[in-house]
């Protein structure tokens, strides 16, 4: 049960909080120090839109401890409009009607249940998207 | 790293290891142990300066860290220099990499190097879990990706940009397993089809049970010293012709292009350099195939392939023994197993048996170079290995 590994994450898990390069103008997701386009410090934060397409993406049949319950499930590579991959959850969704390039949006959800006395997880899964905006 | 160093030339001069498997009745220190044994013995040697344990996953799934002075003392080498070393599943031939670093940087004479992993003590979803730490903790593993899960992302993509199907990979398992039957070290002896491949249970899909390597136990170990010392020994010669390491993101979703493995061609290149060949002088290549679509992958970042190739070279057969470019020889990592932090010196241990013409019913004729190349995670450590078999 490791409280605070995940109590950093919620800017993240919750808003898709990144940041933006102030050298370059790159849209950065997750955060990092380091802006991966021109090497300059990058700090400013910068919330993300949550929505994108599918770049790629499986359903899970076998899963890791912590996630059986939700068996079958699908996970993506999302694309998002700013730029970055992001890999999440699909969620809603049917998983035969998945493809590549399908417009989805973020909602929040639950993500793991490490049983009946440890953490609930919640953060960030995607969803089909029925309108562009 | 320089490249612009002169350092003393190294050697391979002997190899160990034990069948890949289930080994219910040994444990993680007696794996490693009969691996050092042996490779001892066939390297015919009464000392050892240092001893470099390769190991992604003891911690969690033995309970057990420690393992250079744990494996030391375990082998009658109490008071040596020992120490572990991890990439993830590329950590066997990092501890290659290491050991290599200290004889030819003359800091030590002869070493022994062990990769070792036992993987079947602890139940299914344990293991999964334990190998997803291959990748990034916050932003793969908590959103449920398996270690599967990411390689089966890079396979979808694959098939949609360059348009093949997943029976087109067939061949990659079809090679492997057939090699494998003439391997006493291989976990699995038995052939495979085509229609066997496309009728596999699916595990994520498009991935499923044919693509992929074992969960499996293993130990390999080998004996490194000067070459200067062991020309003329009577036995052929195997020196290593290059050692490169090279990094990328670990996670998929930082990289710009997940399909190019940026470190694979990296390591690959400036092993090349080192050696001073070229892809088309290698004889056999013994590449990291826990999934097929790494196959694919490695043989285009390596050189190979062109750009979306790789999978051509095994519906064409130039994967085979006899072929182009044979791979997997002793059966591959889907084949023979992979115990993950033990496949970086079970890759070299083949390469030196085809080298020194001791591979039997899978030689592959007249090999002068031999390549293998170990993976971390998704291809966030690389570390390419070239050895030349000598007179």
């Known amino acids: 049960m490791r409280i605070a590994q995940n109590w950093r994450l919620k800017a993240q898990r919750y808003s898709l909080v990144g940041e933006v390069c102030g050298e370059c103008g790159a849209k950065i997701f997750p955060p990092r120090d380091v802006c991966p386009e021109c090497a300059k ?93 | 790293m320089r490249d612009d160093l002169t350092v003393r030339d190294v050697s391979i001069i002997g190899i160990g290891q034990v069948p890949v498997g289930e080994h219910w009745d040994r444990s993680l220190r007696h794996l490693a142990y009969e691996a050092i044994l042996a490779a001892v013995r066939d390297g015919g040697i009464d000392r050892i300066d240092a001893l470099y344990i390769g190991n992604m996953l003891s911690g969690e799934l033995n309970s057990q860290e420690h393992l250079g002075a744990l494996v030391a003392d375990f082998a009658g080498l109490r008071g040596v220099e020992a120490v572990k070393v991890e990439a993830a599943c590329g950590s066997g031939a990092a501890a290659l990499r290491m050991g290599y670093i200290a004889v030819a940087g003359e800091l030590a004479d002869v070493v022994v190097v062990c990769g070792v992993e036992k993987m079947t003590d602890t139940i299914g979803d344990d293991t999964t879990s334990a190998l997803a730490m291959a990748a990034d903790a916050d932003y793969e593993a908590s959103q449920g990706l398996s270690f599967v899960a990411i390689n089966a992302l890079l396979m979808r993509r694959y098939l949609h940009e360059y348009g093949f199907s997943h029976s087109d990979f067939a061949h990659f398992t079809v090679n492997a397993h057939r090699n494998a039957a003439n391997n006493p070290y291989a976990m699995f ?113 390596s050189g190979f392939a062109p750009r979306g190739g790789g999978v051509r070279l095994a519906m064409e057969g130039d994967i085979f023994i006899g072929g182009r470019i044979p791979i997997s020889t002793m059966g591959g990592l889907k084949a023979r197993g992979h115990p993950v932090g033990a496949t970086g010196i079970y890759q070299v241990v083949e390469v030196v048996a085809q080298l020194r013409g001791e591979a039997g019913a899978n030689q592959v004729g007249d090999a002068h170079w031999g390549m293998a190349q170990n993976i971390g995670g998704s291809g966030a450590t690389v570390i390419t290995t070239i050895l030349e078999g000598g007179e």
């Open chain 2, 189 to 301: 002896r038995h052939p495979v089809t085509v229609e066997a491949f496309r009728q596999a249970r699916m595990i994520a899909d498009p991935i499923n049970l044919l693509d992929s390597s074992p969960i499996c136990d293993g130990a390999a170990a080998v004996v490194l010293a000067p070459t200067a010392w062991v020309r003329g020994r009577g036995r052929r010669n195997v020196r290593i012709a290059a050692s490169a390491i090279a990094t990328d993101s670990v996670s998929l979703h930082d990289r710009r292009d997940p399909l190019w493995l940026d470190a694979v061609a990296l390591s690959a290149q400036k092993a090349y350099k080192q050696a001073g060949v070229g892809p088309q002088e290698i004889d056999l290549f013994e590449l990291h195939d826990a999934f097929t679509i790494m196959s694919a992958l490695s043989l285009e970042a």
């Open chain 1, 41 to 133: 410090p990058a700090r400013e934060p910068y919330v993300f839109s949550g929505r994108g397409e599918v770049y790629s993406y499986t359903t899970l049949y076998d899963a890791p401890a912590g996630f059986q319950q939700f068996v079958p499930y699908t996970v993506a590579l999302v694309k998002l409009e700013e730029g970055p991959l992001i890999a999440a959850q699909l969620t809603d969704v049917d998983p035969e009607e998945v493809h590549i390039g399908m417009p989805v949006e973020m909602t929040a959800r639950r993500l793991s249940v490490e049983g009946d006395e440890g953490l609930i997880q919640y953060g960030y899964k995607f969803r089909k998207r029925f309108w562009h905006s």
